[in-house]
T-cell receptor, first 117, second 110 residues
């Protein structure tokens, strides 16, 4: 079975400072990992995804994430926060082939990012 | 232009009514999913499908049912709506590495 844990329910940063949103996962088979962002009253938007290629993944809007198999982590970072980054962020795992959960997306609990001026 | 469509966007309905939430996608994806999301909470998988005539229960128990008669269409039905069904319902389609989400249906049962 697969699971995702987002270690912080809320993160608050000042504009221009770095952002770190933490995510740990468990999966029986080679997973694909995603970060989605959800702005208030908007749909889910894909930020980036890891699919067993390069472990450092670059996404949209300056976000990136590093897949660390030894730590079972997929933390999301951005060097400099912008006011428009304020939203809820979800870490998501999709289990690889061979498992009963193949193709199913499992969401983390979400992290609400607040950006102060 | 959206590739996955959910209707209605908002629905307020009385207790005991039968409702169907529509979801259609134009990408030819075999896999489709329904998620339930309460405000400020995580998404819970309630149904999924691997293709035509395939439907499976998700991780969260739900009184709703789904059908998959056509590849592009994955409607969700509640036979008798209750206030406890008030939530946002998100539909998604995709394959292992690419998923697209609809804008959701915000359901309120009064």
């Amino acid at each position: 079975a697969q699971s995702v844990t987002q270690l912080d329910s809320h993160v608050s940063v000042s504009e221009g400072t770095p952002v770190l949103l933490r995510c740990n996962y468990s999966s029986s088979y080679s997973p694909s990992l995603f970060w989605y962002v959800q702005h208030p009253n908007k749909g889910l938007q894909l930020l980036l995804k890891y699919t067993s290629a390069a472990t450092l993944v670059k996404g949209i809007n300056g976000f990136e994430a590093e897949f660390k198999k030894s730590e079972t982590s997929f933390h999301l970072t951005k060097p400099s926060a912008h006011m428009s980054d304020a939203a809820e962020y979800f870490c998501v795992v999709s289990e690889g082939g061979g498992g009963t959960s193949y193709g199913k997306l499992t969401f983390g609990q979400g992290t609400i990012l607040t950006v102060h001026p | 232009e959206a590739d996955i469509y959910q209707t209605p966007r908002y629905l307020v309905i009385g207790t005991g009514k039968k409702i169907t939430l529509e979801c259609s996608q134009t990408m030819g994806h075999d896999k489709m999913y329904w998620y339930q999301q309460d405000p400020g909470m995580e998404l819970h998988l309630i149904h999924y499908s691997y293709g035509v005539n395939s439907t499976e229960k998700g991780d969260l128990s739900s009184e709703s049912t789904v059908s998959r008669i056509r590849t592009e269409h994955f409607p969700l039905t509640l036979e008798s709506a209750r206030p406890s069904h008030t939530s946002q319902y998100l539909c998604a389609s995709g394959d292992r590495d690419s998923y697209t989400f609809g804008s959701g249906t915000r359901l309120t049962v009064v």
